[in-house]
């Protein structure tokens, strides 16, 4: 393959013979050493230059080098347009002991592979040449971009870092390197000194810009670098001059005696000759190394930059077009359209990210759009989050309403009413929360969600705790009815078994109060807690309430009126209940007595509640026997409760009020029995 390796035009000197020194996949070619004796240049120590050309692609570097040197560089054909063969490419000058680094990149500008590529080579050139070759267009003059400034300003920086750091400062100024800018195409209108000034001052300027390393902060780029101008006419429109120039540059390149001698002492960069293959290999070799040369290419930095200027125009649309949701959103309402609009906002906001900033870096691009993407969500939580918020507040008003409402009706099931109204709560908190999840965020609704559920199981509790309460007292009021009339009928017939037809009766009463409780109870979800707490307080209130009806039944009046007719019963009447006419053989002391006897025996009975027989008796826990109630009464919910106090219906201290009150009552039926005796024997 004559493209590798070998030479196009090859002659038994190997003159013009060039060799591909760094191939396409960027490997050090291991045949220099042979190339170098062919070209009789390994025996020669330190009598050798290099030199090297940079710039960039089709700016005529491989005519020049041709014409100048007597090489055989590829050069792109006018015609064909073809492609040349990538990679650093050596040859040898034909009238001197020149080695000559020629660089042939690829002209897709715009591929970071092809700015590595071009980077690396710039700087092998740069650290291995004793003058290196700037090549460039005149209109490229004071252009960042085309003149590769950006590339130069790389390789002078990972150079600074790489190759010049490691020397002591006592080297400085010992070991330079020539920087000779070729201006190509130059028409005599700019005079040569203005262009030198303006690439002077670009090139101090990318010295103040790079970071330097330690201890060479202070160092200028006159330290390491001399400049040199010169510049070349059109090829084709003034070929008989370019021919003359450059024969004139050459000379430059080859007498020694010449004061324009450009091959200075201190530029060589004092490798023996033989030691060269070795040394371009290692340089090589640190140059593929260094990271620093993976710096973000300078599409990369235009990329970034312009990309946050689309974003941030981008954004501020954004945020104008949705700020008008917040006031709304912040004074409790719902905005129905919320999650269409978000959408639709957001999604304006990357399609005008996307139209303006897809052009650049592909990497950059989809980065910065993820970025973009993110502070948009960010922007619209709020929105979500607060939408969220009114429709649990909503929600929520709207169930408790829905609940009070039913519970207002004749009748219902509560346990059905609660299940209904939170099923429907949900769905429509589901609804409404579903159509406000934005793709592409990693917003959730699960928190939020079962906080509303928490809430609404909170009001279910509460009016069910209400409910309870009520039909509490519901009960409670029938079981009074139901146990009027056989207490009353009971305390009208006192005996030994008063209390046991009392109890009787409120046992009935309560047994069914109790079935009714639990019936009604069981669509409530009542834990059993609840239950146990409910079904002790209807039994203490019903307790009560029978208490409340034995005091009614044994309060001063009626109590002495039902012992009034007891005696009255025994006394003027006979076992067959004819009204007795006394006689004076009758024994109207010992009727009085027995029937006064009887009477008062009933006042004990009707001053306690005790059954005769002991298995019908009633024991409810006094408040402090019992937990859950102390716990209601501490809260100052209910009052204590001291159920054998309850037993006591009078004191010891009323029971001989009410007998001395009664004797003296049945004092005076005595008085009269007496009297209606005298005066039915009078008559
Ligand atoms: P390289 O890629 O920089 O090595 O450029 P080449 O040497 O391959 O030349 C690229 C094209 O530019 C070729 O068609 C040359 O004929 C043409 N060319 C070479 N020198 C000059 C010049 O001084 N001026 C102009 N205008 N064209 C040139
Ligand atoms: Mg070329």
Known sequence: NEMKNGSANPTSSGKGERLQLIDEDQKFNPSVKEYLSKWGIEDVGFNYDLCAVVGSQSTGKSTLLNKLFGTSFDVMNENERRQTT????????????????????????????????????????????????????????GLYQGANMGMLKTVFEVNLGLFQAAKSKTHVGKDKTLILFVIRDHIAQTPMENLSRTLLADMNRIWDSLSKPEGLESVSITDFFDFDFTSLPHKLLQPEEFDRQVLQLRGRFTERSSSQFLFKQQYHKRIPADGLPRYLDTIWEQVMTNKDLDLPTQQEMLAQFRCD????????????????????????????????????????????????????????????????????????????LGQLRNLHKILIALFKKAIVDR??????????????????????????????LLQDTDWSVK????????????????CRAEETVKMVTQIERSLKKSIAEPIELALSKPGPDMWD???????VA?????????????????????????????????????????????????????????FEDKFR??????????????????????????????????????????????????TAEDPIHSAVVDRGEDEEFDFSETLNIFSETRKADIEARFR?????????????MVSSIAQ
């Not at 309402?333 to 870096?361: E, N, P």
């Not at 037809?501 to 046992?507: G, V």
């Not at 009085?592 to 009975?605: C, E, G, M, Q, Y």
């Open 86 to 141: 990538k990679g650093i490419w050596m040859s040898h000058a034909q009238h001197a002991p020149i080695l000559i680094l020629d660089v042939e990149g690829s002209d897709g500008r715009e591929r970071g592979e092809d700015q590595d590529f071009e980077r690396k080579s710039a700087l092998f050139s740069m650290a291995s040449a004793e003058v290196l070759m700037v090549n460039m267009w005149e209109h490229q003059v």
């Open 309 to 384: 200027e689309i974003a941030s125009a981008a954004f501020a649309t954004f945020s104008n077009s949705v700020k008008p949701f917040r006031k709304p959103l912040e004074t409790g309402s719902i905005v129905d359209t919320l999650g269409a609009d978000m959408a639709q906002h957001r999604g304006v906001a990357l399609a005008k990210f996307d139209k303006d900033a897809s052009r650049y870096h592909a990497e950059v691009y989809k980065r910065k759009r993820l970025e973009l993407l993110e502070k948009l969500n960010t922007a619209l939580l709020p929105l979500f």
């Open 407 to 436: 519970l207002r009706g004749e009748s219902y099931d509560f346990g059905q009413v609660v299940s209904e109204e939170r099923k429907k709560a949900l769905t429509k908190y589901n609804a409404a929360a579903s159509l406000i």
């Open 447 to 462: 928190e939020e969600l079962s906080q509303f559920e928490e809430d609404v199981d909170k009001i279910a509790d509460q």
């Open 501 to 507: 037809r009392a109890l009787d009766a409120f046992r």
């Open 510 to 566: 309560l047994d069914k109060a109790e079935s009714t409780y639990l019936g009604k109870a069981k669509g409530f979800n009542c834990t059993e807690e609840e239950n146990a707490i409910a079904l002790n307080s209807l039994r203490r209130k019903s307790w009560l309430a029978l208490r409340s009806k034995v005091d009614e039944q044994t309060a001063d009046p009626v109590l002495m009126s039902k012992l009034r007719g007891l």
């Open 573 to 622: 009447y006979d076992d067959q209940g004819i009204p007795r006419v006394w006689k004076p053989d009758d024994d109207i002391d010992g009727f009085f007595s027995k029937a006064r006897n009887d009477t008062l025996a009933l006042i004990p009975v009707y001053a306690r509640i005790e059954p005769s027989d002991p298995s019908k008796n009633i024991t409810l826990p006094s």
């Open 664 to 676: 003296k009552e049945a004092d005076a039926y005595y008085v009269e029995a007496k009297r209606s």
